[in-house]
């Protein structure tokens, strides 16, 4: 017996799966542009990123990760046995190319950049991620019309075996394709407008140029850098320098990695 009164909602809501899914994209791309802004204060004299620069870097994030996801889960819905062969396939050639970059972020230690590169192809699998400098924006676009390619080309398969109507499963397949380009779009409008824009002299010579600029006699202020002086010196030393010419403390990888994405 079905009551006068109620009547089943026009639009009922997404399952919990469906829920799920798009907070795990969003908390990804939430943590993508956390690492970006904690890489900007690496930079020397840069002004902190925008709101609307950084919810744009979130947003063209969301929307290269969503549909290279879900073109992944649609195609291994159809091909269950065959989702992993893609995956390794993939990541092997993702690992070539960072082989192929000259990847030098373990300072010598072979086996440890060997497994630092075996992560970036991994990451590599679902997004870009710069790590080597020199000719990011062509690695960008190789790397982005290798991933839309794939992304074509999953849901193509796809739409050749899915349980739906035809005309469904096209327009399934490129509303995923769509979404990515306009991920892509975003990126382009980031880059023009919102992405610091540095010389290598600029990036890498913060702390040369805060030495030179410093009032502090050369010999003293080089042995208190290098540790030569004793604690009480040091701190005198150190002292002297105006607050503002003062270096902040850097680490190492962190600002070889800011380095990589900001030249």
């Known amino acids: 017996m079905v009551l006068s009164g109620s009547s089943n909602p026009p639009f009922p809501p997404p399952p919990p799966s469906v829920l799920k899914a798009v907070g795990s994209v969003s908390a990804v791309a939430f943590c993508v542009t956390t690492y970006h802004r904690s890489l900007r204060s690496f930079l020397p004299s840069s002004a902190p990123p925008q709101l609307c620069g950084s919810l744009l870097y979130f947003l063209w994030n969301l929307l290269l990760l969503a549909p290279r996801l879900l073109a992944l889960a649609l195609f291994a819905s159809m091909f269950p046995c065959f989702i992993f062969t893609h995956f390794l396939c993939s990541w092997l050639l993702l690992l070539f190319c960072a082989w192929r970059s000259n990847t030098d972020f373990m300072d010598g230690d072979a086996v440890g950049e060997w497994l630092f590169r075996g992560t970036v192809a991994l990451i590599w699998y679902f997004s870009w991620f710069c790590v080597a400098p020199g000719a990011t924006r062509q690695r960008a676009t190789l790397y982005h019309g290798y991933a839309l390619l794939d992304v074509c080309l999953l849901c193509a398969l796809w739409s050749w ?29 980031y880059y023009r407008f919102f992405h610091p824009n540095l010389r290598k002299e600029e990036l890498r010579g913060v702390g040369a140029q805060t030495l030179r600029e410093s009032d502090e006699p050369d010999g003293a202020l080089r042995s208190t850098l290098s540790g030569e002086m004793d604690g009480e010196l040091q701190f005198r030393s150190m002292a002297a320098v105006p607050e503002h010419d003062r270096a902040p403390p850097t680490n190492h990888r962190m600002k070889k990695l800011a380095e990589n994405f900001y030249l």
């Open 161 to 189: 075996k899915a349980p739906v109507p035809p005309p469904h499963a096209a327009a399934t397949s490129v509303a995923v394709v769509a979404v990515y380009v306009l991920g892509l779009v975003l990126k382009v409008v």
